[in-house]
RNA sequence: GGAGGAGUGGCCGAGCGGUCGAAGGCGGCGGAUUUGAAAUCCGUUGUAGGGGCGACUCUACCGGGGGUUCGAAUCCCUCCUCCUCCGCCA
């Protein structure tokens, strides 16, 4: 609770779902949350009571601020402001004016319980979700490429790579602890080569526009992509010195290390209103990802598969609520586009709706094959957010036909993970002898290396 | 880190504790003029939450929060943000 609050004051942000579309619908906003396997149904009840009771007190309470704003102005014209008409008459607004700060109070608390509900909820599964609790129930969209085939035992990426001296873990461990990883020589140039690759494709032939975003952000940021207030502890908070705090007698703003670039580039339009002929809005990043991966003990604990630090290039998009659909279609592309010309085989899946992040409502992964794992693992994940996040940052837009501003809708991708990626050109590029091929897209990007050579 | 200054509607910018949702300008929209456009003139133009079938009406919002007061954009406290100068620093 503590964790979001500040947020609360600092950006007034609107609840997640819109309270009245949810009150009013229950029984359809009980379904579709069952769908992704949220069904704390006593809650949602909860909510219809505190809805029903927040309008009945506004009302009681506007009424009697509605007597005492005709009284002041009954003040305002008495001449005479010693008259003891006068004072008797203010003591008994002091008495109206109580009975408003109580009323208040009483709309503040459950306005407060209200919003805390409402934040905690999932965004509502689009109709075009499929149904299904976990990943087994996610549909294959379509497969690109073959699987590559060789004639020797495949090894995975963490063997390559310390063979090929470009990946050290041990020292990783030393300086940082498990689940780090330090990129060496020409590791550490694929990963720079892949990060301006992705940056220039998408900037130049998508049409999106480049940014370099802070990788430390507020609360409210964090708030309004939806990783708070339910997943604090999947981020890196960073530490704050009440101790000093206290002697400077500062107050800073709760900052947490990014867990993708998604939270600083969505955040570029809170609490805006744009113009709707600016819509689509393109924005392609870059930045470092940090993760705790609470609760993840014991999976991919080997390798870069899972590390708390790992870059990523980030595709976000801004759109009217009309397109929203469609324009996941184009954005999943344009991240697929990326694999295609490293030529990286890879499938598409639809995500079912229990296996969906907590703000989307529906999402494709593009999965890339890891010859080693034998298996399709996540390299990007895209998704729809409807206006879910846009309510919660107040992202706006005014439609081109004049009338009132309207959410807009948000969408993002990875375009792609880095550090994944690196890892399947790895396993899928392996030679016999242990060298890697340089896919042909990054040898320029490489100072015309076109492969890593075996030691 | 030290010393100052400032936060008002989409933007800029006025505003004696009551008649201020707030002058004026820009921008936007509608209209007049024009072959069309520019210019000019007239009008109009915030957001959100209640109530009413409805025309409509009420309430809140002048960076956030709190306080004083019968009454706060205006007074007090506090926090945040931005700017300027000095210092330090990649």
Same mark, same amino acid.
């Not at 819109?18 to 069904?39: C, I, M, Q, W, Y």
């Not at 590791?187 to 940014?211: C, I, K, P, T, W």
């Given at each position: 609770m503590r964790d979001w609050c500040s947020a609360l004051t600092c950006c007034r942000p609107a609840p997640m779902l819109d309270l009245r579309h949810v009150s009013e619908n229950l029984p359809e906003v009980k379904a579709a949350l069952t769908r992704r396997g949220f069904s704390d149904a006593a809650l949602l009840d909860r909510l219809g009571t505190l809805a029903e009771e927040r309008r009945s007190v506004i009302t009681g309470v506007e009424a009697l601020r509605q007597e005492r704003n005709e009284a002041s102005q009954a003040m305002a014209n008495v001449a005479d402001k010693k008259s003891e008409e006068f004072q008797t008459r203010r003591e008994q607004l002091r008495t109206l004016g109580d009975q408003i700060k109580q009323g208040e109070a009483r709309q503040a608390a459950v306005e407060t319980e209200l919003e805390a509900i409402l934040l905690n909820l999932p965004n509502l599964p689009h109709p075009g979700t499929p149904d299904g609790l976990t990943e087994n129930d996610n549909v294959e969209i379509r497969v690109w490429g073959d699987k590559p085939s060789f004639d020797f035992d495949a090894r995975d990426h963490v063997e390559l790579g310390t063979g090929l001296d470009i990946l050290d873990f041990e020292r990783a461990a030393k300086i940082s602890g498990s689940r780090f990883v330090v990129l060496k020589g020409l590791g550490s140039r694929l990963n720079r080569a892949l990060m301006q690759f992705m940056l220039d494709v998408h900037a130049a032939e998508h049409g999106y526009e480049e940014v370099w975003p802070p990788v430390l952000v507020k609360d409210s940021a964090m708030l309004g992509t939806g990783q708070l207030p339910k997943f604090a502890k999947d981020a890196f908070r960073m530490a704050k010195d009440e101790e000093w705090e206290a002697e400077a007698g500062a107050q800073g703003h709760d900052l947490y290390l990014v867990p993708t670039a998604e939270v600083p580039i969505t955040n570029l339009h809170a609490n805006e209103i744009v113009a709707? &002929?600016?819509?689509?809005i393109a924005y392609t990043g870059y930045t470092a990802c940090f993760r705790s991966?609470?609760?993840?003990?014991?999976?991919?604990?080997?390798?870069?598969?899972?590390?708390h630090q790992f870059d990523k290039v980030e595709l976000v998009r801004f759109c009217h609520p009309d397109e929203g659909e469609a324009q996941l279609d184009v954005l999943t592309q344009h991240a697929q586009t990326i694999l295609q010309k490293l030529g990286l085989h890879h499938r598409v899946v639809q995500l079912c709706a229990g296996d969906?992040?907590?703000? &989307?409502q529906k999402s494709y992964d593009l999965e890339v094959w890891l010859p080693a794992q034998s298996a399709y693992r996540e390299i990007s994940s895209c998704s729809w957010f409807g206006d879910f996040q846009a309510r919660r940052m107040k992202a706006r837009f005014r439609p081109e036909d004049k009338g009132k501003p309207r959410f807009v809708h948000t969408l993002n991708g990875s375009g792609l993970a880095i550090g994944r990626t690196l890892v399947a050109i790895l396993e899928q590029n392996q030679q016999a002898d242990g060298s890697v091929n340089v896919p042909e897209a990054l040898v320029p990007y490489m100072a015309g290396i076109e492969r890593i050579p075996a030691p």
């Amino acid at each position: 609770m503590r964790d979001w609050c500040s947020a609360l004051t600092c950006c007034r942000p609107a609840p997640m779902l819109d309270l009245r579309h949810v009150s009013e619908n229950l029984p359809e906003v009980k379904a579709a949350l069952t769908r992704r396997g949220f069904s704390d149904a006593a809650l949602l009840d909860r909510l219809g009571t505190l809805a029903e009771e927040r309008r009945s007190v506004i009302t009681g309470v506007e009424a009697l601020r509605q007597e005492r704003n005709e009284a002041s102005q009954a003040m305002a014209n008495v001449a005479d402001k010693k008259s003891e008409e006068f004072q008797t008459r203010r003591e008994q607004l002091r008495t109206l004016g109580d009975q408003i700060k109580q009323g208040e109070a009483r709309q503040a608390a459950v306005e407060t319980e209200l919003e805390a509900i409402l934040l905690n909820l999932p965004n509502l599964p689009h109709p075009g979700t499929p149904d299904g609790l976990t990943e087994n129930d996610n549909v294959e969209i379509r497969v690109w490429g073959d699987k590559p085939s060789f004639d020797f035992d495949a090894r995975d990426h963490v063997e390559l790579g310390t063979g090929l001296d470009i990946l050290d873990f041990e020292r990783a461990a030393k300086i940082s602890g498990s689940r780090f990883v330090v990129l060496k020589g020409l590791g550490s140039r694929l990963n720079r080569a892949l990060m301006q690759f992705m940056l220039d494709v998408h900037a130049a032939e998508h049409g999106y526009e480049e940014v370099w975003p802070p990788v430390l952000v507020k609360d409210s940021a964090m708030l309004g992509t939806g990783q708070l207030p339910k997943f604090a502890k999947d981020a890196f908070r960073m530490a704050k010195d009440e101790e000093w705090e206290a002697e400077a007698g500062a107050q800073g703003h709760d900052l947490y290390l990014v867990p993708t670039a998604e939270v600083p580039i969505t955040n570029l339009h809170a609490n805006e209103i744009v113009a709707g &002929a600016d819509l689509p809005i393109a924005y392609t990043g870059y930045t470092a990802c940090f993760r705790s991966e609470a609760g993840s003990y014991g999976k991919d604990t080997r390798g870069m598969i899972r590390v708390h630090q790992f870059d990523k290039v980030e595709l976000v998009r801004f759109c009217h609520p009309d397109e929203g659909e469609a324009q996941l279609d184009v954005l999943t592309q344009h991240a697929q586009t990326i694999l295609q010309k490293l030529g990286l085989h890879h499938r598409v899946v639809q995500l079912c709706a229990g296996d969906m992040g907590f703000a &989307a409502q529906k999402s494709y992964d593009l999965e890339v094959w890891l010859p080693a794992q034998s298996a399709y693992r996540e390299i990007s994940s895209c998704s729809w957010f409807g206006d879910f996040q846009a309510r919660r940052m107040k992202a706006r837009f005014r439609p081109e036909d004049k009338g009132k501003p309207r959410f807009v809708h948000t969408l993002n991708g990875s375009g792609l993970a880095i550090g994944r990626t690196l890892v399947a050109i790895l396993e899928q590029n392996q030679q016999a002898d242990g060298s890697v091929n340089v896919p042909e897209a990054l040898v320029p990007y490489m100072a015309g290396i076109e492969r890593i050579p075996a030691p």
